[in-house]
Nanobody, 117 residues
């Protein structure tokens, strides 16, 4: 089993910043990719950012230039630095990991990000 635990969410004013963290633990032999998704009320879950084992990154168009994903391989931890927050960034942010030679997907419980004045 693999467990993912997110942290760092909260209530922030527009223009503010947050750093989300996701730590993976358990039976991990290889992490192929880690990423962040978000889901707002009434909307589908969407990919925000992803980082592959080789270090390449992918971002949703809506967050390019504002969000940065990074990973500490030794700690099996992925980070999401979020700058210039907008109200439309309000959502539950979920950590995702693709693990194993035969890939399996795992999800964290989510952390709430609320952007409001």
């Amino acid at each position: 089993q693999v467990q993912l635990v997110e942290s760092g969410g909260g209530l922030v004013q527009p223009g503010g910043s947050l750093r989300l963290s996701c730590a993976a633990s358990g039976s991990i032999f290889r992490i192929n990719a880690m990423g962040w998704y978000r889901q707002a009320p009434g909307k589908e879950r969407e990919l925000v950012a992803r980082i592959l084992s080789g270090g390449s990154t992918t971002y949703a168009d809506s967050v390019k230039g504002r969000f940065t994903i990074s990973r500490d391989n030794a700690k099996n931890t992925v980070y999401l630095q979020i700058n210039s927050l907008k109200p439309e960034d309000t959502a539950v942010y979920y950590c995702n990991a693709i693990v194993g030679v035969v890939p399996s997907a795992y999800w964290g419980q989510g952390t709430q990000v609320t952007v409001s004045s």
